[in-house]
């Protein structure tokens, strides 16, 4: 059966909200006050859920979650005029969720992930502001924050090991 005009624009329609909702990661990249940082929290219960020794699910919620997040903030940029709006925060709990890979579940650790991931995706310092400059499109909105969440996690990862070295 052929696919009439009509239906092709409602299931545009439909696949534009379910892209918002995922992209917004609900209502938290509405939220009027730091609605990244809202994005990050979001990660720490699938990083507590996931906890330590999992390898394998750690890379199947990572790239499920990169999967899903690629496709929805695609479909969602093309309603919009901005290259990174500031309602898309799934970018965010991606980035945190790869900071807290990198350390054992444990809240000290976990916390010490979000913050580094959080103020590297904040002051944005070389090479997360060329990333985010230079890459157009999802891919640019995503990307930033994963080289984020890589760098907050290894340095954690990092700061975790001297603790162990010197023995605090």
């Known amino acids: 059966m052929a696919e009439t005009a009509t239906e092709r624009r409602r299931a545009r329609r439909i696949a534009g909200a ?3 909702h995922v992209s917004r990661i609900g209502p938290l990249g ?13 990660a720490i219960p699938a990083a507590a859920l ?6 394998w699910a750690w890379l199947a919620a990572l790239g499920g979650l990169a999967i ?5 903030v695609a479909i969602h ?3 919009r005029e901005e290259r990174d709006p500031r309602d898309v925060v799934v970018d965010e709990a991606l980035g945190c969720l790869i900071a807290t890979a990198f350390v054992p579940c444990d809240p000290v650790w976990i916390a010490a992930a979000f913050a580094g991931f959080r103020a590297l995706d904040i002051l944005k310092p070389w090479p997360l502001g060329f990333l985010e400059r230079r ?22 990862a ?10 605090a």
């Open 50 to 55: 996931l906890g330590d020794g999992r390898p």
């Open 18 to 20: 379910v892209a918002r």
């Open 30 to 42: 509405l939220v009027p006050v730091a609605p990244g940082t809202c994005g990050a929290l979001a």
């Open 77 to 79: 940029l093309r309603e």
């Open 68 to 72: 899903v997040a690629y496709a929805a």
């Open 135 to 156: 890459v157009r499109g999802a891919p640019g909105v995503l990307l930033d924050d994963v080289a984020a969440g890589v760098l907050a996690g290894g340095a954690a």
């Open 158 to 167: 990092a700061i975790r090991a001297v603790v162990i070295l010197l023995g």
